[in-house]
């Protein structure tokens, strides 16, 4: 990253770390080697969570651009850039079951999405 991380998150087999970063992107990083494997690119400004799904194929990413994107793991494609909140986005989570994200906000909210 260029700038400050802002967030880290192991996928759940331990083997990469996602990461967000002041930096608009997301990485993901062997974690045995601490190789970058993928940068992902999309958000317009900070990123400031990150998550990955409870099966590792997907992460989920919050930013100061008011969205949370959705990201293939394997491939890094953004599937989905969810829109709704009206200020920056400061956390984001999957549901242990992977069907739906839950975002927090700096507009006093908390949304539910389909994942």
């Given at each position: ?31 045995a080697t601490g190789e970058c494997v993928a940068t992902l690119e999309g958000h317009s ?71």
């Amino acid at each position: 990253h260029s700038e400050t991380v802002t967030s880290v998150a192991f996928s759940p087999d331990g083997a990469r770390i996602a990461s967000g970063s002041r930096d608009k992107t997301v990485r993901v990083w062997d974690a045995a080697t601490g190789e970058c494997v993928a940068t992902l690119e999309g958000h317009s400004d900070k990123v400031s969570s990150v998550a990955f799904s409870p099966d590792g194929a997907r992460i989920a990413s919050g930013a100061w651009d008011m969205t949370v994107r959705v990201w293939d793991a394997a491939t890094g494609e953004c599937v989905a850039t969810l829109e709704g909140h009206s200020d920056v986005v400061r956390s984001v989570a999957f549901s242990m079951d992977g069907a739906r994200i839950a975002s927090g906000s700096r507009d006093k909210t908390v949304r539910v999405w389909d994942a």
